[in-house]
């Protein structure tokens, strides 16, 4: 048989196998799954015993301590409402390892690193859930529906988010997530982000498979409608919302004057918020964002912008209230702290592509058809008092979670199916 036959004999198994595989895993995923749509009401898990916080009322003030008003005992219990790329992953780190630390528990997704996202959360997608249970933190993604997650953690638990420039998360959210939206594959360009925005109607459905995704995705997550006429009254309702649900949002673009506010919040060491930046992408040989095209991503996602502008300006009141003085000292010292662990921690002392990581366990989760995250390599030696923190720093999200015992047998399966493939 000549060798031109037997090269699309190959590519033709390979596409029918391919095809297979996607099936099954969509078939999977949607018995894995609740419907996108499903109403909030669908949701609520009925149950006779009575739930961790008896009263679904919006959360009291919680009055910063940590230096301002004498001496105040570690908060425990946090709600972190985790939005896509927000960093994210680098704040659910500090979580897992302040959790870890003071033998905390944890609410943890059943099957999956997230709470069955895009679906609305409910108590029953907690793994071991009984009712009347009670947790420490949650911290897993999920589409944010405060009854519910309120009913899970005691009275008096801190609720936390992140928020991001609108325009340089529908950028980042595009890249990541586009493999996977169906309705970018028209794009034909080799910048289909400019494509795309150039006239976004053209290409957007929001009823289409991931939609959500590529537009509003803050409002989404946080359990609002993403596809709100941005001069609705309910946009701002639903701000104010989450301003009295909240009791710190952080910014990603201020994420040292963020943490030094959380600290304080929560009354933390400073050890309890050192970080390394995880989950972060490679720089694309497509240029940013800039000009007219970061104004039509803000046009497009003007709820986000909305939401993003009424908590940036919170923020700084916070700061404010903080004292500017002492937030460049604090900011300075969790810099410095951060630089020393950096050179204790990390071989080469700086992130690097996923094909140089030598170490499986600090492989983060790549976004389907490419290796564009970023990654660590742990030295070799260390010494005894910092190997510890050092690796508990590094370690990804998904092999943290099997770390502290998650059960995630759809996400192992669809590693699996990916790694077959070479996705």
Not at 394 to 406: A, R, S
């Amino acid at each position: 048989m000549p060798p031109q036959k037997k090269h699309w004999e190959s590519m033709a198994k390979g596409l029918v196998l391919g095809a297979l595989f996607t099936s099954f895993l969509l078939l999977l995923y949607s018995y894995a799954v609740h419907p996108l749509h499903a109403g909030l009401a669908a949701t609520r898990t009925p149950e006779a015993a009575a739930p961790c916080s008896p009263t679904p009322e919006e959360p009291k003030a919680v009055t910063p301590a940590n230096g301002s008003a004498g001496e105040c005992r570690p908060r425990r219990d946090v709600v972190f409402m985790k939005t896509h790329k927000t960093a994210s992953s680098t704040l659910l780190n500090i979580l897992f390892r302040f959790g870890q630390k003071h033998g905390l528990k944890f609410a943890f997704p059943n099957g999956r690193n997230d709470f069955d996202y895009p679906a609305f959360f409910s108590r029953s997608l907690v793994q071991d859930y009984r009712p009347g249970a009670c947790f420490n933190i949650i911290c897993n993604h999920m589409r944010f529906h405060y009854e519910e997650v309120r009913s899970l953690v005691p009275p008096n638990s801190t609720f936390i988010t992140v928020l991001r420039d609108p325009a340089r998360l529908f950028e980042s959210s595009f890249h990541y997530f586009g493999p996977v939206v169906p309705l970018t594959w028209k794009l034909t360009g080799r910048d289909k982000l400019a494509e795309f925005l150039q006239d976004p109607d053209r290409y957007y459905d929001p009823n289409s498979y991931n939609a959500h995704y590529l537009r509003n995705l803050l409002f989404f997550d946080l359990g609002y409608d993403s596809g709100l006429d941005p001069g609705s009254p309910r946009v701002q309702e639903h701000i104010l919302e989450v301003e009295r649900r909240f009791h710190l949002v952080l910014l990603q673009e201020y994420f040292d004057e963020s943490l030094v506010l959380l600290k304080d919040l929560l009354c933390w060491e400073l050890e309890d918020v050192l970080y390394f930046k995880l989950n972060a992408r490679r720089d694309s040989a497509v240029p940013r964002l800039s000009g007219e095209l970061y104004r039509r991503a803000t046009a497009w996602n003007m709820l986000d912008a909305r939401l993003y502008r009424h908590f940036n300006a919170s923020f700084w009141r916070k700061v404010e209230a903080f004292g500017r003085e002492r937030m460049a000292r604090e900011v300075a010292a969790l810099r410095q702290a951060n630089e020393h662990m950096r050179r204790i921690c990390i071989d080469g002392g700086r992130a690097v592509d996923a094909a140089a990581i030598q170490d499986s366990a600090m492989q983060p989760w790549q976004p389907l058809g490419t290796k564009s995250i970023l990654g660590y390599n742990l030295k070799k030696s260390i010494g005894q008092r910092h190997v510890q923190l050092c690796r508990r720093m590094l370690t990804p999200e998904i092999q943290y979670l099997m770390d502290l015992g998650v059960n995630l047998w759809v996400t192992k399966l669809w590693k699996l199916i990916r790694d077959f493939l070479r996705w």
